[in-house]
C-alpha cells in the first residue's frame, strides 16, 4: 500500500466515511430530521456536498440569520446553485438599500462560459454597514483616512 493510500485510508477513517464517501446516519443540524432517511438524498450524507442540512432547510427561503446594532441583517439565502455547492450563501443587507433591495447581493451576470452567474455581495450594504459600525465604535480602525 502507497503512502498516499494509506493517509487516504486513515482520513476516511477519522471522518467517519465509508469507502464511497459516505459519513455515518446522522440528522439535520437545524431541523433534526435523519439525513437521507429516504435513500433518495445520497448528497445529503456525501462528504463531498455534506452541509449538514437536510435538502429542505437547504432550500429554505431567505430568513434573517441576525440583526446588527447597526441595523443591517445577516440573511440567509438558499445556494444559487446547488447543483454546484449545496451550502445557503450568507449576506449583509440593510432593508432599504436601493441596490440589492435588502437581499444584500447582487447577481454577477458573469457568461456561462466562464462558470456563469454568480451572487457578489452588496457593496452599498456592506460599506454602509462598516461605517455604521466603527461609528458606533470611534475606537476601533476600521475606516482609516
Ligand atoms: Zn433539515
Ligand atoms: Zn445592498
Redesign the pocket.
Known sequence: MSDVTREMRNARKHSGMDSQGMLPAQR??????PMNADGNHPAELYAGTFTG??Y???SDPAYTVKTFETGAKLVSHPPHCPAWRRDREMFIAFDDCPECKGRGYKMNQRGFGSGGPYPEYCRLCSDRHLAALSGLNPESNLVTE
Open positions: 439535520c443540524t437545524k431541523c433534526g430530521k442540512l437536510c429542505d432547510c437547504q
